[in-house]
């Protein structure tokens, strides 16, 4: 079932690309915008006890703090061509800055998406970005690590990219990928991060969600807490696949330095509202389907196993999960940042493809 | 002098507010791009020492960091008119979201100028915002001080508003205004920040600074580092006021809770960088010209004081510095947030008109 479809979308695909000589040109012609802004959504708000005193203004008594919202960017078309908005969530120790202009400069899934006619909603989630304010303090350390990401984002074995990368060549695009992660301001916390989602879609109304990485997570959640999320995009999600109690599978061992993959597990009448909406899940290349000595490639089989996992379990409970291991459509060398890869046009237009072939356009 | 030209000053404004009528009109016009983006700026790379070993990957040896740059969004109108770009620089506590939508949703400055035909940069300055990634650690503390912020940003005295308040009223303005503010990552260094600034510069050519409130100090440490900044337009600038060796003001004295303002020394060829551009200086009302037993007054009254003493002291070697207390020129109301309350179109075509006497649309 799950082949034939693979088959199917692999043709649609196929069909698309040649529709879409004219895509370079209209890059390249004015952006035409009905509005744009930004505002913050979600959170909470803390109190210290007592009463303030103009005259003490520097104690915290009675003063408050609002923190633990999103931050969010959003522009919409002149002339929307679809339903449904956008709204996309970025992965672990990134912003917004995940779907905007890619490393070398060329134009990211927002503005990809802004030109094929969708309102487009960027988050920065609480406690990262522009959202900061937390209502939890944290330590942020300093310490050098991106060799360490460069081969968790499967960018290659350092210092040497996959000969397949579709990652932007030079130390340019290197260096703004690299300065494009940037710290909690307080601990991580999936549910703050859903409820501000989920706030989110209760102010622009129905949508889709797209997320990526440790973005899945909150975005599984975000569907089970608000109706409004009408679909979910998932670019490579790394955690917090949610499982109905009884049904929760082991935890998957593997020589990743983050360890074994232990899914979550809710209760099934949570469980089941993901039923209820199409769900992609797209993987890029570089995850072996057998255990690696690559930590860093079994580090990728072990969430693509459990994905597949997960979307056999909603898929028997009635769901329409659909699991893409690029590679196996004909699309190679994608790194863990597919949206953002020399070709995230191509992406686009197979999201696109997608979207128009579960009438969610 | 200075009183002439202020009073010129206020007959441009009176003579542009007749020519604006149009301009509500335009806001509910398409906003047409020709290019917008976002890239990291400046910053450095730290080290650790030692060789990377894929093996262990989370030991620090050999791996780098990068860190201290600033996050840049831009916005390029599909006809610019003006001949130099703006660039906002954001304040204490602060993200570039100081610049765009209002807290009650009204166009910030940077929509107002693009639909002036401006190219606009909105920045995050170094260990703020999504420029997050610090090479220097640092604690973030969720302390309650709101009603303190609400104070020294001159909305009023807790829980009352200036009666002719320029804020935007109700709750929901308010919950907006205070999310806004997102903590440092990393110390604050007006040197780094500058840096930052200064190679913005260098990649976009010349253009028109506009700082806001602590942005100020590394807003003429800028101009000092890199003479593609043309102008500079601050808005309430509130620390780092350099004067040259040997004609360095005594600290000015204040009830504020950050104590007396205390200007900066630098040698005086740095100085005469300063006095080669136009430079205007805005500050709001509530700003006594007399020590007030109000704090919050009386911190902004110090400010007024040193901005207006730099000024002189900048002018006396040649320059061209104005300081603008907007209610003297019949204004009122105005917070520390000049550039975002509700007669924050007002205070735009103030700016435009101040920019095209100057030659420097």
Chains 1, 2 share one sequence.
Not at 129 to 151: L, M
Not at 227 to 250: L, R, T
Request: overall charge neutral; aromatic content about 12%; charged content about 20%.
């Amino acid at each position: 079932m799950k082949k034939n479809g693979t088959l199917v979308f692999g043709l649609l695909i196929a069909i698309a690309m040649g529709a879409c000589a004219t895509r370079e040109k209209n890059d390249n012609e004015p952006l035409i915008l009905k509005e744009q802004g930004s505002f913050m959504i979600g959170g909470t708000v803390i109190q210290d006890s007592g009463v303030f005193n103009t005259n003490t203004p520097i104690s915290p008594q009675g003063q408050t703090l609002h923190g633990d919202h999103a931050y969010v960017f959003y522009q919409i078309p002149n002339a929307p061509r679809h339903k449904y908005p956008l709204v996309f969530l970025h992965g672990a120790g990134e912003s917004a800055k995940s779907w905007e202009t890619t490393p070398d400069g060329r134009p990211g899934f927002n503005e990809l998406f802004l030109r094929k006619g969708f309102p487009v909603y960027l988050v920065d989630q609480p406690r990262r970005g522009k959202a900061g304010k937390t209502t939890q303090g944290s330590t942020i350390q300093a310490i050098p690590d991106e060799q360490f990401w460069f081969e968790t984002f499967r960018l290659g074995i350092w210092p040497h990219y996959f000969s397949n990368s579709q990652f932007p060549k030079g130390e340019a695009a290197l260096n703004q990928f690299f300065r494009q992660m940037t710290p909690n301001t307080g601990p991580y916390d999936e549910k703050v991060i859903a409820e501000a989602m989920s706030a989110l879609f209760n102010k622009i109304g129905e949508g889709i969600l797209v997320t990526h990485s440790q973005g899945g997570g909150p975005g599984w959640r975000t569907r089970i807490l608000n109706n409004k999320v009408k679909a979910i995009v998932s670019y490579e999600p790394g955690s917090g696949f949610p499982f109905p109690y009884g049904k929760v599978p082991s935890p998957i061992p593997s020589i990743s330095p983050f360890g074994a993959l232990t899914p979550d597990s809710i209760p099934m009448n949570e469980f089941m509202e993901l039923t209820k909406i199409p769900i992609i899940i797209y993987y890029g290349d570089h995850i072996p389907l057998q255990p690696s000595k690559i930590w860093s490639e079994d580090h990728w089989r072990i969430r693509l196993e459990m994905a597949r996992m997960w979307a056999s379990e909603v898929n028997e409970q009635g769901g329409n999960v659909t699991v893409i291991h690029l590679p196996e459509i004909g699309i190679k060398g994608n790194t863990h940042f597919i949206f953002s890869d020399l070709n995230n046009s191509e992406i686009a237009d197979i999201l696109n493809n997608y979207l128009i072939s579960n009438n969610l356009l």
